[in-house]
T-cell receptor
Framework: ETGVTQTPRHLVMGMTNKKSLKCEQH?????MYWYKQSAKKPLELMFVYSLEERVENNSVPSRFSPECPNSSHLFLHLHTLQPEDSALYLC??????????????????FGAGSRLTVL | SQKIEQNSEALNIQEGKTATLTCNYT??????LQWYRQDPGRGPVFLLLIRENEKEKRKERLKVTFDTTLKQSLFHITASQPADSATYLCALFYNKLIFGAGTRLAVHP
């Protein structure tokens, strides 16, 4: 295990359901991220939290709602999703927020992902 | 905007050979570039980081080069093994970390 745990690993939901993805990191990192990975596409950065404060929201539709109650936990609440939202959702953490300083603080540790299928 | 290009087609090589994967980028040179490995159904795992002012970085059988003139990074795996089969992602930092789509490597016995 990498130290970043995601649950559930697989989720199937209808377009009208409400569900949540959970991420927990045991590394003492200060920054946490949600990425979306679709087949043969680059990772898409969705949200970034630093010390529990949201610092980036990459024009993500409001049907995705993040929550960071503390520096170890990150949630992604899902509501009224579309079939095109089916993808692998990856949580990651880093020691500190990615900056131009190429130190090890900017290395991302990823969870195993939550495979989401929207019917 | 910054773009990263990695070979979308899978790279198939024979065990024992050297695998070379390419990462090209447009526009500005990043402060640093990272390489990750991703196995099916898993998240990416960090492998190596190379800085803007470094030409080459090594770690065991892995070697990364960074040519800011060509706007390219090469990732080499020497003496490749079937266990090296995976998708390899490059990521560069320019205001934020941007990932390429990855190249799938298949090492055949």
């Amino acid at each position: 295990e990498t130290g970043v745990t995601q649950t559930p690993r697989h989720l199937v939901m209808g377009m009208t359901n409400k569900k949540s993805l959970k991420c927990e990191q045991h590394l003492g990192h200060n920054a946490m991220y949600w990425y979306k990975q679709s087949a043969k596409k680059p990772l898409e950065l969705m949200f970034v939290y630093s010390l529990e404060e949201r610092v980036e929201n990459n024009s993500v539709p409001s049907r995705f709602s993040p929550e960071c109650p503390n520096s170890s936990h990150l949630f992604l609440h899902l509501h009224t999703l579309q079939p095109e939202d089916s993808a692998l959702y990856l949580c990651a953490s880093s020691q500190d927020l990615s900056t131009g300083d190429p130190g090890g603080a900017n290395v991302l540790t990823f969870g195993a992902g939550s495979r989401l299928t929207v019917l | 905007s910054q773009k990263i290009e990695q070979n979308s087609e899978a790279l198939n090589i024979q065990e024992g050979k050297t695998a070379t994967l390419t990462c090209n980028y447009t526009n500005y040179s990043p402060a640093y570039l990272q390489w990750y490995r991703q196995d099916p159904g898993r998240g990416p795992v960090f492998l190596l980081l190379i800085r803007e002012n470094e030409k080459e970085k090594r770690k065991e059988r892995l070697k990364v080069t960074f040519d800011t003139t060509l706007k390219q990074s090469l990732f080499h795996i020497t003496a490749s093994q079937p266990a090296d089969s995976a998708t390899y992602l490059c990521a560069l930092f320019y205001n934020k970390l941007i990932f390429g789509a990855g190249t799938r490597l298949a090492v055949h016995p």
